[in-house]
């Protein structure tokens, strides 16, 4: 079984300060993971996936996440945030190579507010 | 590519109406998701297919149906429609499970479903 539990269901920033979105994750075997971004009535969009290849990802826009095996976490974040950025994130799980690994189990999402 | 595509967009429905959701996607992929959407609960997954003529339930089947006769098309069935059916509702697909390199799912726009 998979869960992912993202701390802070709300986050409010400054235009150009850090944003930090927190995700931890439960999984019985090696996960993959994944950072969605939903727009204001749009479809969920992928930021950036870990895979088990590199710890330190890259994703679009800016932001990066790192996966920490020993905190069990896979936090995004991004150095300078943007007022286009305000946005919903998701975090999201599933069994890795191993298992049914189709299937995603999401976080309830942080909602990203950005303050001129 | 369209990508995924779904209709209509919004919709309003009387309690113990019926109807479908249509869900297409023009990227080959094998696999397909319908999910739902409620505010501060993240996405509940309530059906999926594996491919043509494989349908299986999610966490929330409860009150829909799926058909999957093609690979592209992925309809969701609402037979009796109740206030608890008030969502927004999306579509998505992937490539495929094991060895597809993180299983990203592509998702549609959204329905947005009032049921009075």
């Known amino acids: 079984a998979q869960s992912v539990t993202q701390l802070g269901s709300h986050v409010s920033v400054s235009e150009g300060a850090l944003v930090l979105l927190r995700c931890n994750y439960s999984?019985?075997?090696?996960?993959?993971l994944f950072w969605y971004v939903q727009y204001p009535n749009q479809g969920l969009q992928l930021l950036l996936k870990?895979?088990?290849?590199?710890?330190l990802v890259k994703g679009i826009n800016g932001f990066e996440a790192e996966f920490k095996k020993s905190e069990t976490s896979f936090h995004l974040t991004k150095p300078s945030a943007h007022m286009s950025d305000a946005a919903e994130y998701f975090c999201?799980?599933?069994?890795?190579?191993?298992?049914?690994?189709?299937?995603?189990?999401f976080g309830k999402g942080t909602l990203l507010t950005v303050n001129p | 590519n369209a990508g995924v595509t779904q209709t209509p967009k919004f919709r309003i429905l009387k309690i113990g109406q019926s109807m479908t959701l249509q869900c297409t996607q023009d990227?080959?992929?094998?696999?397909m998701y319908w999910y739902r959407q409620d505010p501060g609960m993240g996405l509940k997954l309530i059906y999926y297919?594996?491919?043509?003529?494989?349908?299986d339930k999610g966490e929330v089947p409860n009150g829909y149906n799926v058909s999957r006769s093609t690979t592209e098309d992925f309809p969701l069935r609402l037979e009796l429609a109740a206030p608890s059916q008030t969502s927004v509702y999306f579509c998505?697909?992937?490539?495929?499970?094991?060895?597809?390199?993180?299983?990203?799912?592509?998702f549609g726009p959204g329905t947005r479903l009032t049921v009075l």
């Open positions: 998505a697909s992937s490539l495929s499970g094991r060895g597809s390199g993180g299983n990203e799912q592509f």
């Open positions: 999984s019985s075997v090696p996960p993959y």
């Open positions: 870990y895979t088990s290849a590199a710890t």
């Open positions: 999201a799980v599933s069994l890795g190579s191993g298992g049914s690994n189709y299937k995603l189990t």
């Open positions: 990227m080959n992929h094998n696999y």
């Open positions: 297919s594996v491919g043509a003529g494989i349908t």
